[in-house]
Structure formats: C-alpha cells, structure tokens
C-alpha cells in the first residue's frame, strides 16, 4: 500500500472507516493524499478481504425474503438515521466531494428510496424472473422432452464504485445482497464514506447477520498493482465489476481472463432531441425548456445521464429562442441540482471566448460563474461539455439528430413522448441504451436494463443440472 503515516499529521487528516466482513475495521491507520485531500484509512489486510472458494459464502443459502426484509429494515433505518452514520458520512463527504453540500444532503436524504419493497421486487422479478431461481433450482423442460433444472448461484464480486453520486453505493450494496454473494467495494476517492455509512447502518440492524457479513469495504488507490494484482484473481472473484472513466475500465480489463469477467458500466454521454412542437406555444416551449434543464443539471452535469447536447427540430432563430430560455432555467436549484455549479474550468473558458467571436454562426448565452452556459452551433462542438454547459445544435428533423448517437451516448431524452415511437429503434441501432420522456433522465426505475443489461441477471452465476 502506499502511503505514509506522521502522526502528527492524524489530527488534521481525515478518518476514512473501512468496513471488513460486516465490521468495523480496527487496523491501524496509514496515511493518503497530500494537503487539503489528505486522509488516513485502516491498513489493508488482504487475506481478510477475500472468501475461500472451500466454503459457501455467509448468505448463500439465507432465502431471498429475509434479505428483502433486511434490506427494507436498513432503509427505514438510513430514512431516521437515529445513530448519526450517515450525518457523519455527510459532514466528511463535503470536505472531499465535488458536489456542494445542499446537493449532497438531498441525496443523502433520499438513499433509503433504493431500499424500499417493491423496488427490491422488481429487480428480482423483472430481471430474474422470479426468486425461485435465486433461492433454488428452476426445472426447465427442454426441446426434446428432458428436464432440466438452472439456478443463479452467489457470485463472488468486487465491485470499483465511482463516487459521482451517493445512489451508486446504495445501488450496489442493494444489488450485492439480492444475488446473496460476497462483496468487496472498492471506495472511490471522491466518495469515501457513502457505502460504509449503509455498511454500518445495516450492521446496527442486525448485527451478525449473514449478508452484513457478506460486504467489505475498503480503499486503495486505484491502479495499484500490490492490492489488485493480488485480489482481482478468479480463485478469489467471479467478477469484477466496474464503474468510471475510460481510465477505469482500461485498467480493470487487464486483470479480465477465464473465470474472472468484467462486467462493465462504461463511462457515458446523454444527449436531448427536442421536435418542433415545443414552438406550438410560450407555454410548450417553457414545460420544454424546464423538462431539459432539469435533465441537464441533474448531479450539476456529473452524472451519465446528464443531458450536455441538445438538439432542437426548427431553424436558427428557433434554437435561439429555446437556447436562451434554457440558459435561464440551468441556474435553478432542483432535488438534484444546485443554482450554483462549478466555475467553468480555464481549458472550456478559451475553447469558448473563440466559439463568442465567431457570431453569428455560434452564440452563446450566459457566463463561466457556475450557473449555466448554453452554446449554439451549426454541429456538435468537439469539446466535452461540462459543468451546467449545454450545447444546442438546430436540425431539419429529429431523425437527423439520431446520427449523432452512437454506443458513448446512454441516454436520450425526447421531447414530446409521441416522438419516440420514431426514433427509438433508430437510436438502439445506433447503440442508445435508454430512450425517456424529457425531464426523466435522473435515476433508472428498478428492475429495467442499465447501460444494456440487465443487472442482476449478469452479476450472477448461471449454473445448470442436465
């Protein structure tokens, strides 16, 4: 591991908790970071962060209904909070987050969502097809008569966690005790206290449990070969599962081979086709305008789904009028947004004052404090939007808007629904994962496909009797 520790230095760093098979880990504290990123976290002991293949896993044969109902418990006891886990898991993550802290605290707020009954059903029902194939053997009558039988066994997993929004942790820890396997998540740096805080919480629940047992969390920095040349091995692992940049991914697939697969959720673009019957009157292009902002902002544009181009079915001057009112509507706070984002970096600042000087071809409304930027051009610009900018490109007809799709681009938001029906194979064709009513790119109901499969189906081991 690397990383040094001074002890005079422990007092001001920050305390990151590692959680190791349900508990909290009492190992003694090694040094991260440097200056105002500086933090301490347990030392890693390996061979504690691996589950030998000798044995079942602690939850493997625990019944599926009694993981719901301690997955509904550990919500309802995220929604109180009575022991503070994830007030101090806040107050910590504003230190180190991108996110300001009114955002954070109505995510923090809303983590007991992904843990609610029905939601939990609809991932067991829809992408399963029942628990009985988790909690047992499902017979299967094959073409010529025999009798088969499939289940979908435990897997073991570590799961790279990216920490652009605290709903991955949950999403994960939720995911990781439905399939009922072990689970290492790797905390990511800029979120280093979300999946312990439900960790712990769910610990408080039912101290001991079988799945509480199941989950360990802890951090490394990634890429570092001492930890994953050791942990990422099929004899620990049947898959590793990745979320982040490009970076990420690359550096995972190195460790991919027979009998440890990547499943993958790649890094992502989402874009918005707006049809002319936004322009039909003040009103439509309003509730249009308001339905794309919100679907630009959500997470303040860190999120996969966040809307950063937008095309818009009309002439010049109609992507004018609906680029300027967007422009107003970028620097409000929503549920999951805030007024204020991130002052526009010094690289997108340049690429921009060019596009400001080459009116009237592009225009562009709004400034680099933060609160939203909207630029108008003939095509796509070649930069990557960021930070509340949107980039609206007029076109003929929202079928020219789909060639701008393509496997990057994960989810398109249309506007109005009737639309969709003649887009939506276009776009699948050209490797869109989501099509959704505009206003609807934030969050993904459970139980549907994410980023082209289904979840829970892929995180587990199908294994058959014939």
Not at 263 to 286: C, M, N, Q, Y
Request: charged share 25%.
């Amino acid at each position: 591991m690397s990383g040094t520790t001074l002890q005079g230095e422990l007092s001001v760093r920050t305390e990151v908790v590692h959680v190791v098979r349900g508990e909290v880990d009492q190992a003694p504290p090694v040094g991260h970071g440097r200056g105002d990123s500086a933090f301490t976290a347990p030392a890693l002991d390996l061979d504690r962060l691996v589950w030998p293949r000798t044995e079942p896993g602690p939850a493997f044969d625990v019944p599926s209904a009694e993981i719901v109902d301690l997955l509904v418990e550990t919500g309802e006891a995220l929604k109180a909070d009575r022991e503070g886990l994830l007030a101090e898991a806040l107050d910590r993550m504003v230190r180190i987050s991108p996110l300001p802290a009114e955002v954070l605290e109505r995510a923090y707020a809303v983590l007991w969502r992904s843990f609610q009954r029905t939601n939990l059903h609809a991932q067991i029902d829809h992408e399963l097809g029942g628990a009985d194939v988790l909690d047992g053997w499902r017979e299967v009558r094959l073409p010529e008569g025999r009798i088969a039988a499939t289940r979908a066994f435990p897997p073991r997993l570590v799961h790279i966690i990216a920490g652009n929004a605290p709903g991955v942790a949950a999403m994960s820890v939720v995911r990781g005790a439905l399939t009922k396997g072990v689970n290492l998540l790797k905390l990511p740096s800029n979120d280093l206290f979300t999946a312990t805080a439900i960790l712990r919480t769910m610990a408080s629940v039912a101290p001991g449990h079988p799945v509480v047992r199941s989950f360990s969390a802890v951090y490394w920095r990634g890429g570092d070969e001492t930890v994953e040349s050791v942990l990422f091995r099929p004899q620990f692992f049947d898959k590793l599962v990745a979320w982040g940049g490009e970076s990420t991914i690359r550096g995972a697939l190195k460790y991919v081979g027979p009998g440890f697969e990547l499943v993958s959720f790649d890094p992502k673009t989402s874009i918005s086709v707006i049809g002319r019957e936004a322009f039909a009157s003040e009103e439509t292009l309003r509730q249009a305008v308001e339905a794309a902002a919100a679907d630009a902002t959500f997470f303040n544009q860190q999120a996969c789904v966040a809307s950063r181009f937008q095309f818009v079915e009309g002439t010049e001057q109609d992507a004018d009028r609906y680029a300027e009112l967007l422009c107003e509507r970028l620097g409000v706070a929503r549920e999951f947004s805030s007024a204020d984002g991130p002052r526009v970096a010094g690289e997108l600042r340049e690429e921009i004052d060019v596009l400001r000087s080459l009116a009237p071809e592009y225009r562009v409304w709004g400034t680099y404090d933060g609160r939203g930027l909207v630029i108008r051009s003939p095509e796509p610009v070649d930069f990557h939007p960021d930070g509340k900018i949107v980039n609206v490109v007029p076109v003929a007809t929202l079928t020219d808007a789909v060639t701008h799709a393509g496997v990057a681009t994960q989810t398109v938001g249309v506007y109005p629904d009737t639309r969709k029906p003649e887009l939506r194979d276009a776009l699948a064709c050209a490797g869109v994962q989501r099509v959704v009513s505009l206003g609807r790119a934030g969050g993904m109901p459970p139980g549907l496909s994410h980023d082209g499969f289904y979840p829970l189906q892929r995180l587990m081991r199908w294994v058959n009797d014939e």
